[in-house]
C-alpha cells in the first residue's frame, strides 16, 4: 500500500520557484493566476498522464459484496 504524498509547504516550494527561468516564472504565474475551474491552460501545458484518471483495472471488485451497503 502506497502512503499519501506529504503536503508542500511554502517554505518546500520557494526553492523550485528561485531555480525557474524567467520564461518559466511567468508560465507558472499565468497557470496559477487563471480564472479557478479555467483547467484548459493547465491541460494544454502539461497533458494527463495516463495514471491521472481511474481505469477499470479491477472490475471484479465492483463484485465484491457489501460494496453497496445496507440494502
Known amino acids: ?3 499519501m ?3 508542500l509547504t ?13 520564461q518559466e516564472r511567468v508560465r507558472l ?4 493566476t487563471s480564472p479557478k475551474g479555467a483547467d484548459a ?3 494544454q501545458s502539461l497533458p494527463p498522464s495516463g495514471d491521472e484518471f ?3 483495472d479491477e472490475p ?7 460494496w453497496e451497503g445496507p440494502g
Not at 11 to 22: C, F, Q, R
Not at 29 to 32: E, H, S, T
Not at 60 to 66: D, I, S
Request: glycine letters at 2%.
Open 5 to 7: 504524498a506529504k503536503a
Open 10 to 22: 511554502a517554505d518546500d516550494i520557494l526553492p523550485l520557484v528561485a531555480s525557474l527561468t524567467p
Open 29 to 32: 504565474l499565468r497557470l496559477m
Open 54 to 56: 481511474s481505469t477499470d
Open 41 to 43: 491552460p493547465v491541460y
Open 60 to 66: 471484479l471488485a465492483w463484485e465484491a459484496e457489501g
Open 1 to 3: 500500500m502506497q502512503s
